[in-house]
């Protein structure tokens, strides 16, 4: 695989903590059989899963709501990008607050999160639709 072209899976899905499993585990196989280590792929396994979980919990208006989370896979790294139909605003208000909070060192999801990537964007539009976008290099390379 060439480092400028990228093997891309998006996978849709709705807005209920029930699905994450098994995008989780889509993600894990994937990253697997394109020889990914399984360290690299583990901890891969907990950023999809947080990221997922917080376009659930935060970013969900209702179960119906379709959260999207694109992967792009290159010889060097892995992209994630998660993004849902925007919440409440009660919703976004926490999602920002907890982002806040994390910031800060109170949380530990996304801050772990960061820590096992090299780059996490947040963007919430004007709309409040909801992006995370995460980059993760290859150990070893």
Do not use: W
Request: overall charge negative; some cysteine; proline content about 3%.
């Amino acid at each position: 695989m060439k480092a400028e072209t990228a093997y891309r899976m998006t996978v849709s899905f709705p807005g209920e903590l029930d699905y994450i499993p098994l995008v989780r585990k889509l993600v894990s196989d994937v990253l697997l059989v394109l020889h990914f280590s399984p360290k690299f792929t583990f901890r891969s396994e907990f950023i999809v899963d947080e990221l997922c979980n917080n376009a659930v919990t935060y970013g969900s208006s209702t179960d119906r709501s379709p959260v999207e989370l694109l992967c792009e896979t290159y010889s060097d790294r892995v992209e994630f990008t998660v993004k849902d139909q925007g919440g409440s605003s009660e919703n976004i208000k926490r999602l920002r607050q907890a982002i806040a909070e994390e910031s800060s060192g109170k949380g530990a999801g996304l801050e772990l999160v960061r820590l096992l990537a090299e780059k996490v964007t947040c963007t919430i539009d004007e709309n409040n639709l909801t992006q995370i976008h995460v980059v993760r290099t290859r150990e070893g390379l």
